[in-house]
Protein backbone atom coordinates (compact mmCIF):
# COMPACT_ATOMS: atom_id res chain seq x y z
CA UNK A 1 0.00 0.00 0.00
CA UNK A 2 3.06 2.24 0.15
CA UNK A 3 2.02 3.38 -3.44
CA UNK A 4 -1.85 4.53 -2.54
CA UNK A 5 -2.60 7.74 -3.98
CA UNK A 6 -3.89 10.38 -1.88
CA UNK A 7 -5.27 12.22 -3.88
CA UNK A 8 -7.11 9.82 -5.07
CA UNK A 9 -8.60 8.71 -1.74
CA UNK A 10 -9.73 12.37 -1.31
CA UNK A 11 -11.75 12.10 -4.83
CA UNK A 12 -13.07 9.33 -3.17
CA UNK A 13 -14.06 10.29 -0.21
CA UNK A 14 -15.24 13.60 -2.06
CA UNK A 15 -17.90 11.00 -4.16
CA UNK A 16 -18.71 9.05 -1.32
CA UNK A 17 -19.90 11.71 0.87
CA UNK A 18 -21.48 13.43 -1.70
CA UNK A 19 -23.08 10.56 -3.87
CA UNK A 20 -23.87 11.81 -6.98
CA UNK A 21 -20.29 12.32 -9.33
CA UNK A 22 -21.22 15.92 -10.75
CA UNK A 23 -21.88 17.09 -7.42
CA UNK A 24 -18.45 16.25 -6.40
CA UNK A 25 -16.78 17.14 -9.47
CA UNK A 26 -18.42 20.66 -8.74
CA UNK A 27 -16.92 20.61 -5.71
CA UNK A 28 -13.70 19.42 -6.63
CA UNK A 29 -13.12 21.92 -9.28
CA UNK A 30 -12.40 19.17 -12.01
CA UNK A 31 -14.56 17.79 -14.78
CA UNK A 32 -17.13 14.73 -14.04
CA UNK A 33 -14.82 12.50 -16.58
CA UNK A 34 -11.62 13.07 -15.10
CA UNK A 35 -13.01 12.50 -11.32
CA UNK A 36 -14.35 9.29 -12.80
CA UNK A 37 -10.88 8.00 -13.80
CA UNK A 38 -9.62 8.93 -10.77
CA UNK A 39 -11.87 6.77 -8.75
CA UNK A 40 -11.29 3.67 -11.56
CA UNK A 41 -7.24 4.16 -10.98
CA UNK A 42 -7.91 3.75 -7.15
CA UNK A 43 -10.84 0.87 -7.45
CA UNK A 44 -8.01 -1.10 -9.58
CA UNK A 45 -5.25 -0.26 -6.75
CA UNK A 46 -7.20 -1.32 -4.07
CA UNK A 47 -8.85 -4.18 -6.29
CA UNK A 48 -12.17 -3.74 -5.36
CA UNK A 49 -15.17 -2.08 -6.96
CA UNK A 50 -16.12 0.84 -4.30
CA UNK A 51 -19.86 1.89 -5.86
CA UNK A 52 -22.49 0.85 -7.63
CA UNK A 53 -24.74 2.68 -9.05
CA UNK A 54 -28.67 2.92 -8.35
CA UNK A 55 -30.47 5.21 -10.20
CA UNK A 56 -28.99 8.96 -10.25
CA UNK A 57 -27.11 7.71 -7.07
CA UNK A 58 -23.86 6.18 -6.22
CA UNK A 59 -24.01 3.92 -3.23
CA UNK A 60 -20.80 2.14 -1.43
CA UNK A 61 -20.22 -1.54 -1.92
CA UNK A 62 -18.80 -3.09 1.29
CA UNK A 63 -15.40 -2.18 0.21
CA UNK A 64 -16.53 0.99 0.17
CA UNK A 65 -17.47 1.50 3.49
CA UNK A 66 -14.35 0.12 4.40
CA UNK A 67 -12.48 2.60 2.27
CA UNK A 68 -14.40 5.53 3.34
CA UNK A 69 -13.87 4.95 6.89
CA UNK A 70 -10.31 4.52 6.33
CA UNK A 71 -9.99 7.92 4.41
CA UNK A 72 -12.55 9.86 7.02
CA UNK A 73 -10.05 8.88 9.52
CA UNK A 74 -7.00 9.39 7.28
CA UNK A 75 -7.74 12.99 6.38
CA UNK A 76 -9.16 13.63 10.02
CA UNK A 77 -6.00 12.72 11.81
CA UNK A 78 -4.42 15.11 8.91
CA UNK A 79 -6.33 18.02 10.34
CA UNK A 80 -5.85 17.60 13.86
CA UNK A 81 -2.17 16.86 13.17
CA UNK A 82 -1.29 20.32 11.61
CA UNK A 83 -4.30 21.58 15.01
CA UNK A 84 -2.42 20.13 17.07
CA UNK A 85 1.11 21.03 16.16
CA UNK A 86 0.43 24.26 15.27
CA UNK A 87 -1.71 25.52 18.31
CA UNK A 88 -2.93 28.61 16.36
CA UNK A 89 -6.59 29.77 16.30
CA UNK A 90 -9.78 28.34 17.08
CA UNK A 91 -8.76 24.19 17.09
CA UNK A 92 -10.83 21.55 17.65
CA UNK A 93 -9.93 18.49 19.10
CA UNK A 94 -11.12 15.10 18.79
CA UNK A 95 -11.18 13.14 21.98
CA UNK A 96 -11.05 9.20 21.38
CA UNK A 97 -12.28 7.11 24.93
CA UNK A 98 -12.37 3.34 25.27
CA UNK A 99 -14.28 1.92 28.04
CA UNK A 100 -14.54 -1.98 28.96
CA UNK A 101 -18.30 -3.14 28.41
CA UNK A 102 -18.62 -3.79 32.06
CA UNK A 103 -18.05 0.26 32.96
CA UNK A 104 -21.05 1.90 34.87
CA UNK A 105 -22.52 4.12 32.34
CA UNK A 106 -23.47 6.66 34.91
CA UNK A 107 -19.55 6.47 35.60
CA UNK A 108 -18.52 7.44 32.03
CA UNK A 109 -20.98 10.15 31.79
CA UNK A 110 -19.72 11.42 34.80
CA UNK A 111 -16.28 11.95 33.84
CA UNK A 112 -17.37 12.66 29.86
CA UNK A 113 -19.55 15.61 31.61
CA UNK A 114 -17.42 18.44 31.28
CA UNK A 115 -16.58 17.91 27.90
CA UNK A 116 -20.68 17.44 26.83
CA UNK A 117 -21.69 20.58 24.30
CA UNK A 118 -18.27 21.71 23.98
CA UNK A 119 -18.42 22.96 20.10
CA UNK A 120 -14.17 22.43 20.19
CA UNK A 121 -14.49 18.87 21.19
CA UNK A 122 -15.40 15.63 19.37
CA UNK A 123 -16.66 12.93 20.97
CA UNK A 124 -15.84 9.73 19.78
CA UNK A 125 -16.55 6.30 22.21
CA UNK A 126 -15.77 3.01 21.91
CA UNK A 127 -16.55 0.11 23.96
CA UNK A 128 -14.55 -3.66 24.24
CA UNK A 129 -12.26 -5.72 26.68
CA UNK A 130 -9.87 -4.90 28.26
CA UNK A 131 -7.32 -6.40 25.79
CA UNK A 132 -8.93 -5.03 22.55
CA UNK A 133 -9.15 -1.75 24.13
CA UNK A 134 -5.43 -1.02 25.53
CA UNK A 135 -4.09 -2.39 22.28
CA UNK A 136 -6.20 0.19 20.60
CA UNK A 137 -4.46 2.70 23.10
CA UNK A 138 -0.99 1.46 22.51
CA UNK A 139 -1.67 2.09 18.68
CA UNK A 140 -2.89 5.71 19.85
CA UNK A 141 -6.39 4.82 18.18
CA UNK A 142 -7.64 5.97 21.53
CA UNK A 143 -6.62 8.78 23.89
CA UNK A 144 -7.78 7.17 27.58
CA UNK A 145 -9.30 3.99 28.06
CA UNK A 146 -11.98 4.08 31.05
CA UNK A 147 -11.59 0.61 33.25
CA UNK A 148 -11.82 -1.35 37.01
CA UNK A 149 -8.69 -2.27 37.09
CA UNK A 150 -5.32 -1.07 35.92
CA UNK A 151 -2.84 -3.00 33.58
CA UNK A 152 -0.21 -5.32 34.67
CA UNK A 153 3.14 -3.19 34.71
CA UNK A 154 4.87 -5.93 32.47
CA UNK A 155 1.97 -6.29 30.27
CA UNK A 156 2.06 -2.97 28.38
CA UNK A 157 4.99 -0.08 28.17
CA UNK A 158 4.26 3.27 28.82
CA UNK A 159 0.99 2.98 29.91
CA UNK A 160 -0.05 5.25 32.96
CA UNK A 161 -3.51 4.42 35.43
CA UNK A 162 -4.92 7.04 36.42
CA UNK A 163 -7.30 6.49 39.70
CA UNK A 164 -10.19 8.16 39.57
CA UNK A 165 -12.57 7.63 42.14
CA UNK A 166 -13.73 4.21 44.54
CA UNK A 167 -16.88 3.40 45.18
CA UNK A 168 -18.05 0.49 47.79
CA UNK A 169 -20.08 -2.55 46.39
CA UNK A 170 -23.64 -2.58 47.90
CA UNK A 171 -26.50 -5.23 47.41
CA UNK A 172 -29.28 -3.52 45.31
CA UNK A 173 -33.46 -4.39 44.71
CA UNK A 174 -36.85 -4.13 45.22
CA UNK A 175 -37.48 -2.99 49.32
CA UNK A 176 -39.51 -5.92 49.52
CA UNK A 177 -36.49 -8.43 48.77
CA UNK A 178 -34.71 -6.79 51.18
CA UNK A 179 -35.79 -7.64 54.19
CA UNK A 180 -33.82 -10.29 55.94
CA UNK A 181 -32.09 -10.66 59.28
CA UNK A 182 -28.49 -11.01 58.04
CA UNK A 183 -26.56 -10.73 54.57
CA UNK A 184 -26.57 -14.37 55.03
CA UNK A 185 -30.11 -14.77 54.63
CA UNK A 186 -30.60 -12.49 52.24
CA UNK A 187 -27.78 -14.47 49.54
CA UNK A 188 -29.28 -17.50 50.08
CA UNK A 189 -33.03 -16.51 49.37
CA UNK A 190 -33.07 -14.07 46.95
CA UNK A 191 -31.55 -14.33 43.27
CA UNK A 192 -28.34 -12.09 42.55
CA UNK A 193 -27.48 -10.24 39.03
CA UNK A 194 -23.72 -10.35 38.37
CA UNK A 195 -21.46 -8.62 36.26
CA UNK A 196 -19.19 -11.13 34.69
CA UNK A 197 -14.91 -11.10 34.78
CA UNK A 198 -14.75 -8.42 37.09
CA UNK A 199 -13.00 -7.48 40.44
CA UNK A 200 -16.63 -7.21 41.80
CA UNK A 201 -17.43 -11.07 40.56
CA UNK A 202 -13.88 -11.99 42.62
CA UNK A 203 -15.17 -10.25 45.69
CA UNK A 204 -18.41 -11.63 45.83
CA UNK A 205 -17.11 -15.76 45.02
CA UNK A 206 -14.94 -14.94 47.83
CA UNK A 207 -17.49 -13.59 49.94
CA UNK A 208 -20.25 -16.81 49.62
CA UNK A 209 -17.62 -18.79 50.27
CA UNK A 210 -17.10 -17.32 53.44
CA UNK A 211 -20.52 -17.88 53.90
CA UNK A 212 -20.37 -20.90 53.15
CA UNK A 213 -23.65 -20.58 50.72
CA UNK A 214 -24.42 -21.18 47.31
CA UNK A 215 -26.03 -17.51 45.54
CA UNK A 216 -29.44 -18.40 43.43
CA UNK A 217 -28.25 -16.57 40.07
CA UNK A 218 -30.65 -14.94 38.18
CA UNK A 219 -28.38 -13.70 35.40
CA UNK A 220 -24.24 -12.96 34.68
CA UNK A 221 -23.98 -9.96 32.49
CA UNK A 222 -20.98 -8.09 30.78
CA UNK A 223 -22.75 -4.90 30.45
CA UNK A 224 -23.67 -2.93 34.02
CA UNK A 225 -26.33 -0.78 32.23
CA UNK A 226 -28.31 -4.47 31.59
CA UNK A 227 -27.49 -5.45 35.44
CA UNK A 228 -29.29 -1.99 36.24
CA UNK A 229 -32.29 -2.86 34.03
CA UNK A 230 -32.68 -6.06 35.23
CA UNK A 231 -32.62 -4.48 38.88
CA UNK A 232 -35.43 -2.31 37.42
CA UNK A 233 -37.21 -5.20 36.40
CA UNK A 234 -37.07 -6.63 40.14
CA UNK A 235 -35.27 -10.26 38.10
CA UNK A 236 -33.45 -10.18 41.80
CA UNK A 237 -30.86 -8.19 43.61
CA UNK A 238 -27.77 -5.93 41.66
CA UNK A 239 -24.32 -6.53 43.21
CA UNK A 240 -22.77 -3.49 41.80
CA UNK A 241 -21.52 0.27 43.16
CA UNK A 242 -24.10 2.59 44.32
CA UNK A 243 -23.14 4.65 40.56
CA UNK A 244 -25.18 2.17 38.71
CA UNK A 245 -28.11 2.48 40.21
CA UNK A 246 -28.21 6.41 40.75
CA UNK A 247 -31.24 7.53 38.97
CA UNK A 248 -33.41 4.16 40.76
CA UNK A 249 -31.97 4.92 44.57
CA UNK A 250 -32.70 8.20 44.13
CA UNK A 251 -36.33 8.05 43.10
CA UNK A 252 -36.61 4.89 45.58
CA UNK A 253 -37.69 2.76 42.98
CA UNK A 254 -34.68 0.39 44.27
CA UNK A 255 -33.04 0.23 47.88
CA UNK A 256 -29.78 -0.75 49.26
CA UNK A 257 -29.66 -3.45 51.62
CA UNK A 258 -28.22 -2.75 55.03
CA UNK A 259 -25.32 -5.17 54.86
CA UNK A 260 -22.09 -4.60 53.83
CA UNK A 261 -19.76 -6.46 51.53
CA UNK A 262 -16.71 -5.27 52.14
CA UNK A 263 -15.99 -5.24 48.45
CA UNK A 264 -14.71 -2.28 46.89
CA UNK A 265 -14.24 -1.06 42.94
CA UNK A 266 -11.73 1.30 41.63
CA UNK A 267 -12.25 3.32 38.50
CA UNK A 268 -9.11 4.20 36.41
CA UNK A 269 -8.38 5.80 33.17
CA UNK A 270 -5.48 4.40 31.29
CA UNK A 271 -3.67 6.77 29.42
CA UNK A 272 -0.14 6.16 27.21
CA UNK A 273 3.03 8.57 26.94
CA UNK A 274 2.67 10.58 24.46
CA UNK A 275 5.18 13.75 22.86
CA UNK A 276 2.11 15.55 21.68
CA UNK A 277 -0.89 15.06 24.52
CA UNK A 278 -4.23 15.58 24.02
CA UNK A 279 -5.08 19.04 25.63
CA UNK A 280 -9.06 17.51 26.51
CA UNK A 281 -7.79 14.67 27.86
CA UNK A 282 -5.14 16.64 30.28
CA UNK A 283 -7.53 19.00 31.48
CA UNK A 284 -10.50 16.45 32.22
CA UNK A 285 -7.51 14.61 34.14
CA UNK A 286 -5.95 17.10 36.41
CA UNK A 287 -9.24 18.87 36.47
CA UNK A 288 -13.03 18.74 36.40
CA UNK A 289 -12.56 15.33 34.97
CA UNK A 290 -11.62 14.06 38.44
CA UNK A 291 -14.05 15.62 40.65
CA UNK A 292 -16.61 14.51 37.97
CA UNK A 293 -15.94 11.62 38.08
CA UNK A 294 -15.90 10.54 41.75
Same mark, same amino acid.
Do not use: C
Given at each position: ? $?????????? &??????????????????????????????????????? /???????????????????????? &???????????????????????????????????? /????????????????????????????????????????????????????????????????????????????????????????????????????????????????????????????? $???????????????????????????????????????????????????????????
Amino acid at each position: M $GQLNYHHLRY &FRAVAHEGNLTRAADLLNLSQSALSTQIKQLEERLGHAL /FERRGRRLVLTEAGRIALDHADRI &FGAGEELLATLSQTGTVRHALRVGALSTLSRNFQLG /FLRPVLGRGDVDLVLRSGSATVLLEALQALALDVVLTTEPPAQDALSGVVAHRLAEQKVGVYGAPGRLGHASLRDLLAAEPVILPTESSIRTGFDSLVARLDITPRIAAEVDDMAMVRLLARENA $GLAIAPAVVLADELASGRLAEAPFGLEIVESFYAVTVARRFPNPILRWLLTGQGASAGA
